[in-house]
Structure formats: structure tokens, C-alpha cells
């Protein structure tokens, strides 16, 4: 009686550890079909060069209020410091167009400038 | 006899010189000018002729001026959705067209706007149409532009001017339309659709029906009627960087674009004028240390001397709002430009230049004039 025990938990340990299997495997299949479909899709884009190029690209300036004394440290320029009240101008706003033929990625005048190192007279 | 040699010398030079113009630029004038040398502001600036505050109220709030006209009595103020109109003497506030949409009669985009004989015209770049509206906002008529165009300018109702910066399969920079979007004439010929504007006024004068254009980066003049399109004058500043007319011609704007972003280069001509024999100009250079500025050019066109003048490189207190303000536009020989009202409270405060101390600071933009001196 005490084998029969022993036999029907072993095959009952077999059969869960099977289904387990066969469960674990299916997820990491259907996984792997998302996985695979993705970089399928992702090599699809790069051979065809399926990048979305509907835009037309329009590129502006960027004021940025300041004092006398100021300092601004503008990427691409450096520290630029104020000589009188006014405005510093710098170029490199994009804003992106449809109905064109290039790509495009926008920028804002908030990216292209980071810290007031120096306040002056505000 | 013993005179032949040198005379045939001469005449050489002069056969060779007159080769090498033709060759290059017939007929350009070049202005020379040295950026070193700051002039005095009244070199420039022959009075301070006021300034308009713009109404304010929910129903006209102007968001950033991106284009100003001036025609008789009525200011047209456009921001990026509408155009509204002020009257000139008291800056009250006289009606705006507002059709930012996708409907009948409505523009996505409003790209660009002329006004002739009180009708104003509205550049769609991603719509393809101008739409011509009376001063109410009823639509008179739509022209299908076939592609997207960056600047327009009306001669009359017959005749429009439209610029496409390399960037339409028309393949022609400049293009004469009439009425029914026929195509009259066409100049300055491209290779490839850029899709690619850098914003800029290319019309920046006129005399009578010919146009003065001029492109970005591009430091020559042209001028542009029905019958041509011809360079006129070029200026020759002592800049860090020149981008040759042969490496504009030859490398897409995009490309120019990243290698003089913020390198000290000359930008573009905002407007011109001359009268007699000076010549004005606004221009926009990238200058190390103060980045874009205008600069205005003021020379004379016999002698040759010419004058210089950074705005807002310094605040001279005889003309503070020059300096200030930013320029929008030209009525004759008044210039025409705005302060933010924050700006103008701030400034009138400091230079205690009429009211506009007393001015909220939420209000809409002031609107200032100065008269030129040339």
C-alpha cells in the first residue's frame, strides 16, 4: 500500500513538472514570437529605411530675456555673459512639418539652454 | 607708337576685369563693412516717434509676434494662429481672422501673410493654398498652390510672389502666380527637396513691382520682377567665416546650417532700402560673444563709406527702446518694433519713457517707432 502511495505522488510529481514544462516553454515561445517579431519589424524599418520621413523640418530662433551681467551657458556656444538689458538670440529650435519628405525630431527652446549661472540686476 | 605697349597693357586689364565680373556677379555692388567699428547710434536713429500699446482683452491677446505689416492706419500682428489688427494711433483693437483649422476656408498652418487693398492674403504650407479674407473674415477666394511654400509676397491682385527655400518638387525658388494659381514666371532653379526651412523674411524690400530678396546665408541682394531675377549688392563684412557663393550653392541648407549654427557667419538680410545714394539694411549676423544680432548697415553708395551698428549691444540713452526692442517690420523710414509688455514696464520704469511704467506686465505687446536716418 505504502509503494502505491510512493508511485502515485512520484506520478503526480512527473505530471505537474511536465505541465509545468510545457507551460514555462509556451510562454517563452510566445515570447520569443514577440521578440522575434519585433526585431523583424525593427530590421524591416532599417533595410527599407522605414523611418517615418513625412516631415518638413523648420528651424527658428530662441530668445532668452536677460540683465546686464547675466551669464547663460547655451550648448553648442558656451557661457555667454550680457553686456546690456535685452535679449540673447541663438538658433536651434526645430518644429516638425508634416507633408514633407525628411525626418524630423523637434527641438524646444528649453533644450538649448541649461543654467543662469549669474543673476544680475532682474 | 612708343605708348602702344602701355596702353595695350591697360586695356588688357580692363578686358580682364570686365571678364571676371561677368563671370562672377554682373553688375553686384559690393558694400564693404567692418564689423569692428560700432557707430554712433544717430548715425541711424533721427527720432524716437512713440510707441502704441496694443489692446488687451481675452478676445485679442497676441501670443508672439511673428510677422507685423503696417498699412495706412492698421497695424496686422500675426502670431502662430491668427492675424489681428490694431489701429495704428491708439492701438484699439479692430478685428482679427482667426481660422486655425481643418475646415472650409481654414488654414493648419499659417505660414506666412501679405495684405494689399485691405484683403489679406494666408500662406498655407501644409494646406497648399493661400486663402484671400476681407477684413471681417469671410473668405474672398482660395489659390491652390499645388505645393508648400515658405514666404509670400503680393504685387497686386493679379500677381503673387512665392518663395519655396529649396524645399517643393516645383524646383524653382521664386514663382509668379496669378489668381488662378497660373504659373507667370519662375527663377532660381534647385536640384532637390530639402523639406527644410530655416525661418527668415526673404522679401525684404521693394520698389514699385520689383521685389529685393535675399536667402539665408546668402549675403548678396537680388532683385526679382516678372522679367528677372538679378544680383544687385553684396555685402563684405569682416566676419570669422564666409560662406562662399560657391559652397552656397553646392551644400544643402540643412548642411550649412549645422557647420555655421554657431560659428560667428553672416544669416540673412531682413530689409532694405535706398534712397538716393545711401543705402540701409537689416541684417542678422552670429557674432562670437553676443550670438545672433541685427545688425544694421548704413552706406554710401558713391563714396563707398559705411557705417555700423550692433542693436542691443549696448543701451545708448538717447534711444533706449532701439536698442530694446526687437524689429518687426518698416513703414517707409519709420522702423517699426515690440517689447514684451514685461520688458516695457521693466524698461519704461528704468528710462522713465512715458506710461509704461504704469502698464501690466500681462498685457500685450508695445509696439514702438523710430524714424531712420538715411
Not at chain 2, 239 to 258: C, D, F, G, I
Request: glycine share 6%; charged share 25%.
Amino acid at each position: 500500500m505504502r509503494k502505491f502511495f510512493v508511485l502515485l505522488a512520484g506520478m503526480v510529481l512527473f505530471l505537474a513538472s511536465s505541465l509545468t514544462f510545457i507551460y514555462v516553454k509556451g510562454e517563452n515561445d510566445s515570447v520569443n514570437d514577440l521578440l522575434s517579431a519585433n526585431v523583424d519589424a525593427l530590421a524591416d524599418n532599417e533595410s527599407s529605411g522605414g523611418l517615418d520621413a513625412n516631415y518638413h523640418r523648420i528651424d527658428s530662433k530662441c530668445e532668452v530675456f536677460v540683465s546686464a551681467g547675466m551669464q547663460i551657458d547655451i550648448f553648442g556656444i558656451g557661457i555667454i555673459t550680457a553686456k546690456a538689458d535685452g535679449k540673447i538670440a541663438i538658433d536651434g529650435k526645430v518644429v516638425c512639418q508634416s507633408k514633407g519628405n525628411e525626418t524630423c525630431r523637434p527641438v524646444e527652446c528649453s533644450d538649448l539652454y541649461s543654467v543662469i549661472l549669474h543673476g544680475g540686476e532682474r | 607708337m612708343r605708348k602702344f605697349p602701355y596702353f595695350s597693357f591697360v586695356l588688357s586689364l580692363v578686358v580682364i576685369s570686365c571678364v571676371s565680373q561677368t563671370k562672377n556677379e554682373p553688375n553686384v555692388q559690393g558694400i564693404s563693412v567692418d564689423i569692428n567699428k560700432q557707430a554712433d547710434i544717430s548715425e541711424f536713429v533721427s527720432s524716437f516717434d512713440g510707441y502704441v500699446c496694443l489692446e488687451t482683452y481675452e478676445e485679442c491677446l497676441v501670443n508672439e509676434i511673428r510677422k507685423l505689416k503696417m498699412v495706412g492706419d492698421t497695424i496686422y500682428v500675426a502670431d502662430d494662429t491668427k492675424i489681428t489688427m490694431f489701429s495704428r494711433r491708439d492701438g484699439s483693437y479692430l478685428g482679427k481672422i482667426h481660422k486655425h483649422g481643418r475646415g472650409p476656408g481654414e488654414y493648419i498652418t499659417l505660414t506666412d501673410f501679405d495684405v494689399f487693398d485691405s484683403r489679406l492674403y494666408v500662406l498655407s504650407n501644409v494646406d497648399r493654398e493661400i486663402i484671400m479674407y476681407n477684413a471681417s473674415g469671410d473668405v474672398l477666394r482660395i489659390i491652390n498652390t499645388g505645393e508648400g511654400f515658405s514666404n509670400l509676397s503680393v504685387i497686386d491682385e493679379d500677381n503673387i510672389w512665392l518663395y519655396s527655400s529649396d524645399s517643393n518638387d516645383s524646383m524653382y525658388n521664386f514663382i509668379l502666380i496669378g489668381p488662378d494659381a497660373d504659373v507667370k514666371a519662375k527663377y532660381d532653379k534647385f536640384s532637390k527637396n530639402q523639406s527644410y526651412t530655416i525661418e527668415d523674411i526673404t522679401f525684404c524690400g521693394s520698389v514699385s513691382d520689383t521685389l529685393y530678396v535675399s536667402q539665408y546665408y546668402d549675403n548678396i541682394v537680388y532683385s526679382l520682377h516678372y522679367d528677372g531675377y538679378v544680383p544687385l549688392y553684396r555685402f563684405d563684412m569682416n566676419l570669422r567665416n564666409t560662406v562662399s557663393q560657391e559652397e552656397l550653392s553646392a551644400t544643402p541648407l540643412s548642411e550649412l546650417h549645422k557647420t555655421y549654427k554657431y560659428k560667428e557667419s553672416f544669416r540673412s538680410i531682413m530689409h532694405i532700402d535706398r534712397n538716393r545714394h545711401t543705402l540701409f539694411a537689416e541684417t542678422w549676423c552670429f557674432l562670437d560673444g553676443l550670438a545672433l544680432k541685427t545688425c544694421f548697415v548704413k552706406a554710401d553708395m558713391v563714396t563707398g563709406k559705411s557705417h555700423f551698428y550692433i542693436c542691443g549691444y549696448d543701451v545708448d540713452e538717447r534711444f533706449p527702446l532701439f536698442d530694446l526692442s526687437d524689429v518687426i517690420g518698416y513703414d517707409g523710414k519709420v522702423l517699426i518694433s515690440y517689447l514684451t509688455a514685461f520688458s516695457a514696464k521693466k524698461h519704461g520704469k528704468k528710462y522713465k519713457i512715458g506710461n509704461l511704467a504704469d502698464i501690466s506686465e500681462y498685457d500685450n505687446p508695445v509696439i514702438v517707432f523710430h524714424t531712420l536716418n538715411y
